[in-house]
Structure formats: C-alpha cells, structure tokens
C-alpha cells in the first residue's frame, strides 16, 4: 500500500483489481464511487474508517466488505500479507452484487442489461468447445446481458453490475 492516501478524481464507471497487500496503510479514495473488497487469500486485515470509528474486520470467515470509496481507511493487517479483489464502481452508474462459489455451484443468472465479471481464485472453468481454457487468477467480463456458461472445478467470485435507475 502507499504510504499516503491520494484520492483518485479520474473517470470510470468500473473497475476490478487484485492487489497483494503486504503492508499496513491507508486505501486510496474514489470520491463518486462504491466499492467491494474479497479477501482471496491471507489472514485478512482490520478496516478503520478514520471519519466514523467505525472498525470493519475481513477475515476467511468474513470475506467480503462493501463500503463507500470515498470513505478515508486505515488498513491494518492481521497476520500477514493477504491477496484481496476489489470492484470499485460509480455509484449513480450501477447497482452491484456480489456472489461467491466452489466447485460444482451453479453460476449466477445474469439479467438482460446486467455485466457478469467473474474472477477465477481457483480451479479451472470448462466453458465448453471452442471457448477458451481460463484458469486461476482469469477474468470474464461478459456484455450486458450474457450469460456465463461452463463449470468451476475452484472457487470463483462474479461481481453483477446492474445499471442504475437514476
């Protein structure tokens, strides 16, 4: 993490990383923008969100958190470094949700206007003839609309972003 919270004022509707975290730090600010983070692999870390008080926990027990990036947050980690997804979006652009499965779970259905975005934490998906192979650590953004397809032998994250009523 860097050692100091610069705030981002650029223009996106979306993004998805994953970012190795080895150190204790601030997060850096998206002001307009909402974001989930997924603790894919460590011990996880404790959230201080340095205008409320309010401590959040992400832990393998409790992977995910949702929280505003406009937010200021103290990051510290609990027993190492952790691997974590984050899908930061425009929150006047999007409506998001985010499911979670293992091996042999059914993908979630993807709704007319909705973009799937699934990450592979582990395993491989078998989308069928002609598809490409995507292992651990592979990205699928589907158009609005289309379906994810296949089977997951790992475990997957898939972000929806629904578009926005506003």
């Known amino acids: ?77 609990i027993d190492g470094p952790t691997t974590d997804l984050n899908l930061i979006w425009r929150r006047d652009a999007y409506v998001v949700s985010v499911h979670e499965g293992a091996a042999a779970a059914a993908l979630p259905v993807v709704t007319p206007a909705a973009h799937a975005v699934l990450y592979l934490a582990e395993g491989e998906l078998a989308a069928g003839p002609g598809s490409p192979p995507v292992g651990a650590g592979d990205l699928v953004i589907g158009e609005p609309g289309e379906q994810l397809t296949g089977r997951c032998t790992g475990r997957w994250v898939v972000f929806m972003l629904h578009p926005s009523s506003q």
Do not use: C, N, Q
């Open 1 to 77: 993490m860097p050692s100091s919270s610069p705030a981002y004022d650029g223009a996106f509707d979306w993004r998805v990383s994953v970012a190795d975290v080895d150190e204790d730090g601030p997060f850096s600010t998206f002001v307009g923008h909402d974001r989930i983070l997924v603790l894919l692999s460590g011990a996880g870390m404790h959230l201080h969100f340095t205008t409320t008080g309010v401590k959040v926990s992400v832990r393998p027990s409790h992977r995910v958190a949702r929280f505003s990036g406009s937010a200021p947050i103290d990051a510290r980690l």
